[in-house]
């Protein structure tokens, strides 16, 4: 636990504040309008006995109430937020203790291309290239067995579909809904999928496991436009992103969809010709041995096959470590934290406050003075 005090996510909205005063300085210009507006429609002897009067210490209270509301919505909008807490390091707290040992945790993220040319049908029993890639990430988490995964979809942008979670029945319908172009973009770009994981999962060292599956046919927009020298300065350049696999302890898997030969993208024309596509194996394979893991041809294994034998490879690392060692390796401070959210306080108290002054009426009584019966 990170000892703070309580920050915000925005603190700028902060000058909204203002706004409350505004707000009382329009109340009070509303309650003189119509003082005013009364003064000229009766004296208020006769005006108190022919309208329902309207009580000022009612009509400044819900314009007090108003203004508070007002505060408690900035505050909720401003994003409070506490108890910063490391998740790697307490997620490993929280692990069963087996005679003496505990269960390391295991973050297990799921990458997977929906690009154009994963609807190429080249794939075992001519599924298109993401129907099979899905089917076997399917296979594998049905098989997961206290693991937290993750699901991101990548073209020339990453899409995040399910944060670590060990509800594998929401992954796998998550992992069902992927289309081709996900998130209406198109292209490929493995950099910025492999950055972008980086970033999230393995940029600083903790005692977590780490698995990376990496599902794609090893397109990518810009390589292909390079060659000779070009081109192999940027494949060192994707490679890196997973240099650090031994400090991160992480494995990554890269899983080779469709055929050398290839075939032609459905629907896709550069300057009115048919474009097609091949799995190009090199780049995945040089990822996998950086990321000290297997390169696995999808089409010469069935699903199942596939996955028992990913989910073997995945015991290259103890799953059990002694108790100790999670209290002697420190938590850097660099390392990423999450913080418990209180925006739900101010907002719900605004709330109540707004209902209150929008349904109390403007007068004790529903009558004129001078009513009788």
Avoid at 150 to 178: G, H
Wanted: contains cysteine; aromatic residues 10%; charged residues 20%.
């Amino acid at each position: 636990m990170i000892a703070a005090a309580v920050a915000y996510e925005f603190p700028q909205a902060a000058y909204l504040l203002f706004g409350s005063a505004l707000l009382l300085c329009l109340f009070w210009i509303l309650f003189q309008y119509r003082k005013k507006r009364l003064d000229q429609f009766a004296p208020i002897s006769i005006a108190s006995k022919i309208l329902i009067p309207r009580s000022p210490w009612i009509f400044w209270s819900k314009a007090i109430a108003l203004a508070l509301a007002w505060i408690l919505a900035v505050l909720a909008l401003m994003q409070p937020k506490g108890n910063a807490h490391y998740p790697a390091a307490e997620l490993a707290r929280k692990q069963e203790p087996v005679g003496g040992l505990r269960r390391n945790a295991h973050e297990i993220i799921f990458l997977i291309d929906a690009s154009a040319s994963m609807s190429v049908s080249d794939s075992r029993n001519g599924k298109p290239r993401l129907e099979y890639a899905k089917e076997i990430a399917e296979e594998l988490m049905s098989r997961l067995t206290g693991e937290t995964g993750a699901l991101y979809a990548f073209t020339s942008a990453v899409a995040k579909l399910s944060p670590l979670t060990s509800d594998y029945l929401f992954l796998r319908l998550m992992l069902r809904e992927i289309q081709i172009n996900e998130g209406d973009v198109a292209g490929t770009d493995l950099l910025e999928a492999l950055s972008a994981m980086r970033k999230q999962y393995f940029n600083t060292p903790s005692p977590v496991l780490k698995t990376l599956i990496l599902f794609s046919d090893g397109g990518d927009n810009y390589l292909e436009t390079l060659q000779g020298q070009a081109r192999g300065q940027a494949m060192q350049a994707l490679v890196d992103q997973v240099s650090n696999a031994q400090e991160e302890s992480l494995r990554v898997f890269t899983i080779g969809m469709g055929t050398k030969k290839g075939q032609v993208i459905p629907g896709m024309l550069y300057e009115g010709h048919p474009v097609k596509s091949a799995l190009d194996e090199e780049l995945l394979q040089k990822i996998s041995k950086e990321g000290r893991g297997n390169y696995y041809f999808a089409n010469a294994l069935s699903a199942p096959e596939l996955a028992e034998d990913l989910l073997s490879q995945l015991q290259k690392d103890p799953a059990y470590f002694p108790e100790k060692e999670l209290y002697a390796s420190p938590v850097k401070a660099s390392e990423n934290v999450v913080y418990d959210l209180y925006f739900q306080l101010p907002l719900g108290f605004a709330i109540v406050l707004f209902a209150l002054a929008l349904m109390w009426p403007d007068s004790h009584s529903l009558r004129p003075i001078g009513w009788r019966n």
